[in-house]
């Protein structure tokens, strides 16, 4: 993706697949259907499937996420598995997997049910949506199966599976849009900590400032009923994590549909809202929010930038989605990137000409080693226990998984403000880096 706007360093004055213990392999799909279950607060998952199923969610619940409620003390966990085992799952087991799905219905906190399998048991052909079609009239509260022959790629590929299960099982109807009112549809809610709450705070007040209500967000950590409310929305706004969904939501609602980057960095924050204000007609308002943000930041990166950044040497490993806006920001703040590592399938994009991307690269492979031992000053990286002794320069954790790294206040990443408190992190670790040992 080409940049359209010249680097914001150019307008300051110059001075002086990695697998290990920690993460799962391949970072599989599953991993990001409990990922989309984390982001529901009352959804509870059955998984056809043996025990490992449920041990995947402690990738997330309180080593990712602290906030978490996957999990529970008291054993009435949101994630529940059949147990069927290799002699079990070549026989009949409909009345295990019924019997299970009354169990969470009955439950008082559960306020949507949804049904998927690990590949063992799915080979069966057993039809998860017919089990569930089975019990109408006995469930009280809604149940969707998450297809488990689709869950063959990817962590990004299960989150976005799980949207586009709910948009199609949650029913939306059409007609109910109101003026002024968008919904986000794919905003990757990988946890329920102060960041993401900020980030959804920012994406609030920027919608706000082209005098548009936000009534709805795919996920937001709230309840299941609240989803229901993007049918109030006269335009679906589609992040990169939740195409699909977005898509199928806007033709059962009606509402507009514009897809948009993620709001990541100055170049693409600037874009969505250009995108947005276009679909709603308020490109001048658009316009306006975007010079009066501009000229509040960029005087006060004055001195931090030629001071900290410019000509320093960085390198990214994470979300495909969020490269493109580190890129953008590395240029802005006058870094040179010596490569990235892309933990999803190359499908998903991510990049740009002239920086090496490697997709899921093998953990010893010798494009991982030499980006590994490249001179650089910062490495912003999720976590990656084995690799994490020999990175040269200094770490800073961000994405999916974090396990060293929590937001206790609200620091957003997203938007200009996010862009100004990403910045900041990142000056942080190279002024602790200039300190020494």
Not at 83 to 104: I, M, P, Y
Not at 113 to 141: E, F, H, N, Q, W
Not at 331 to 358: N, W
């Amino acid at each position: 993706m080409k940049r359209s706007s010249p680097p914001l360093s150019s307008r300051l004055p110059r001075g002086g697949r990695l697998e290990d213990a920690s993460t799962p392999a391949n970072f599989p799909t599953l991993l990001g259907v409990y990922l989309a279950v984390n982001a529901i607060r009352d959804a509870y998952i059955l998984v056809d499937g043996p025990d490992c199923t449920l041990y995947k969610a402690h990738f997330i619940h309180g080593r990712h996420d602290l906030n978490s409620t996957l999990l529970s003390i008291t054993g009435r966990h949101r994630v529940l598995f059949t147990n069927v085992c290799s002699r079990g799952v070549v026989k009949e087991h409909d009345a295990v997997l019924k019997r299970h799905l009354l169990t969470l219905d009955g439950l008082e906190e559960s306020g949507l049910l949804l049904v998927t399998a690990l590949p063992m048991c799915s080979i069966t052909g057993v039809d998860y949506g017919r089990v569930i079609r089975s019990l109408k009239g006995k469930l009280s509260k809604p149940a969707v199966d998450i297809p488990p022959d689709s869950l063959a790629g990817d962590w990004l590929d299960g989150y976005g599976q799980a949207l586009a299960s709910l948009a199609r099982g949650l029913g939306a109807s059409k007609g109910r849009g109101r003026k002024d009112r968008v919904a986000l549809v794919g905003y990757l809610m990988d946890r329920n900590e102060a960041d993401h709450l900020a980030n959804l705070a920012e994406l609030r007040r920027m919608l706000g400032a082209l005098k548009l209500d936000l009534v709805s967000v795919w996920l937001d950590g709230g309840p299941a009923s609240a989803l229901k409310a993007v049918e109030e929305a006269e335009v679906i706004v589609s992040l990169p994590h939740g195409r699909a969904a977005a898509r199928r939501l806007a033709e059962a609602t009606g509402a507009g549909l514009v897809e948009t980057r993620l709001p990541f960095g100055l170049p693409s924050t600037s874009a969505f809202l250009r995108e947005v204000g276009s679909a709603t007609g308020r490109k001048a308002e658009a316009e306006a929010f975007i010079e009066e943000e501009l000229s509040r930041i960029i005087p006060r990166l004055k001195w931090i930038v030629p001071h900290l950044f410019l000509g320093r040497k960085a390198a990214f490993m994470g979300d495909p989605h969020l490269l493109d806006g580190f890129l953008d920001i590395a240029e802005d703040l006058g870094l040179e990137v010596e490569g990235a590592i892309v933990r999803g399938r190359r499908a998903h994009g991510g990049g740009r000409e002239g920086i090496a991307v490697l997709h899921e690269p093998p953990v010893s492979s010798s494009e991982v080693e030499r980006l590994m031992r490249a001179p650089k000053d910062l490495f912003v990286t999720c976590w990656c226990e084995r690799e994490w002794p020999r990175l040269a320069g200094r770490v800073m954790e961000f994405g999916f998984p974090s396990y060293r790294h929590h937001a206790l206040y609200e620091r957003p990443f997203l938007g200009f403000n996010g862009f100004l408190g990403f910045v900041e992190r990142m000056a942080d670790a190279l002024s602790e880096s200039d300190r020494g040992p």
